[in-house]
């Protein structure tokens, strides 16, 4: 949205234009918003479904132990790009078996887990625009839903089966994407009555198509 907007501004500077500059619903609205919604009957529900469905906790969260205060902040970034082929298959397959990308890049990652842990009840982290509203949709600011993503790996079940599965546990958690993250953890740990939970999933997934509006004498390039 940030880079849509400047690009437009620039593009009507580029062309002897005085920018329109339109005022836009501001980040205040959504805090009052989210202030609303601690407070209603949907958040409410939206708490019971998070502590139902972790009224157990899973087997695999991660690889590794976690500790808060010996995890360095430190971190890397390793670009892969796909080649055109590829890309346009796993582009077709989502189409023929109506998946999301995310669904596929989830589902694979579960396999992985699965296979290299052996365990077969795996949480993996995911990130929900979280934008309900049009509104909302046009508003610059932080939305983002952190949310745990729980699936039960059968290695009995084909591919296709699994797909499914994960794509019907995306469509439930989007109806309870918007309960906070620390809130849901806070919520957990009282009521597993163990303090020291700190996680509910140690690697996450995320797909989102950049999609940059064209506007004459302005060209985008993306690192």
Same mark, same amino acid.
């Given at each position: 949205?940030?880079?849509?907007?400047?690009?437009?501004?620039?593009?009507?500077?580029? %062309?002897?234009? /005085?920018? +329109?500059?339109?005022?836009?619903?501001? $980040?205040?609205?959504?805090? &009052? *918003?989210?202030?609303?919604?601690?407070?209603?009957?949907?958040?409410?529900?939206?708490?019971?479904?998070?502590?139902?469905?972790?009224?157990?906790?899973?087997?695999?969260?991660?690889?590794?132990?976690?500790?808060?205060?010996?995890?360095?902040?430190?971190?890397?970034?390793? %670009?892969?790009? /796909?080649? +055109?082929?590829?890309?346009?298959?796993? $582009?077709?397959?989502?189409? &023929? *078996?109506?998946?999301?990308?995310?669904?596929?890049?989830?589902?694979?990652?579960?396999?992985?887990?699965?296979?290299?842990?052996?365990?077969?009840?795996?949480?993996?982290?995911?990130?929900?625009?979280?934008?309900?509203?049009?509104?909302?949709?046009?508003?610059?600011?932080?939305?983002?839903?952190?949310?745990?993503?729980?699936?039960?790996?059968?290695?009995?079940?084909?591919?296709?089966?699994?797909?499914?599965?994960?794509?019907?546990?995306?469509?439930?958690?989007?109806?309870?994407?918007?309960?906070?993250?620390?809130?849901?953890?806070?919520?957990?740990?009282?009521?597993?009555?163990?303090?020291?939970?700190?996680?509910?999933?140690?690697?996450?997934?995320?797909?989102?198509?950049?999609?940059?509006?064209?506007?004459?004498?302005?060209?985008?390039?993306?690192?």
């Amino acid at each position: 949205m940030f880079i849509n907007q400047v690009n437009e501004y620039y593009s009507q500077i580029a %062309n002897d234009e /005085l920018p +329109e500059i339109t005022k836009n619903h501001t $980040y205040f609205d959504f805090i &009052q *918003t989210e202030q609303d919604y601690e407070k209603s009957d949907r958040y409410q529900k939206d708490k019971s479904y998070w502590v139902d469905k972790f009224s157990t906790l899973p087997e695999v969260i991660g690889f590794k132990s976690y500790n808060p205060l010996t995890l360095s902040t430190a971190g890397k970034r390793k %670009n892969i790009i /796909l080649e +055109e082929r590829l890309y346009y298959n796993l $582009y077709e397959f989502c189409k &023929q *078996t109506n998946s999301s990308m995310l669904t596929v890049f989830m589902t694979a990652l579960y396999i992985y887990l699965h296979k290299k842990t052996t365990q077969n009840d795996v949480s993996i982290g995911t990130f929900y625009a979280n934008r309900i509203t049009k509104k909302e949709k046009e508003m610059l600011g932080m939305f983002v839903s952190t949310v745990p993503t729980r699936v039960f790996v059968d290695p009995e079940m084909d591919l296709l089966s699994l797909l499914k599965v994960v794509s019907k546990e995306q469509v439930s958690i989007l109806r309870h994407q918007r309960f906070p993250y620390n809130q849901m953890m806070e919520d957990l740990r009282e009521a597993h009555q163990h303090k020291d939970l700190q996680r509910l999933f140690g690697v996450s997934v995320q797909y989102r198509a950049m999609n940059y509006s064209q506007y004459e004498n302005v060209e985008i390039e993306v690192d």
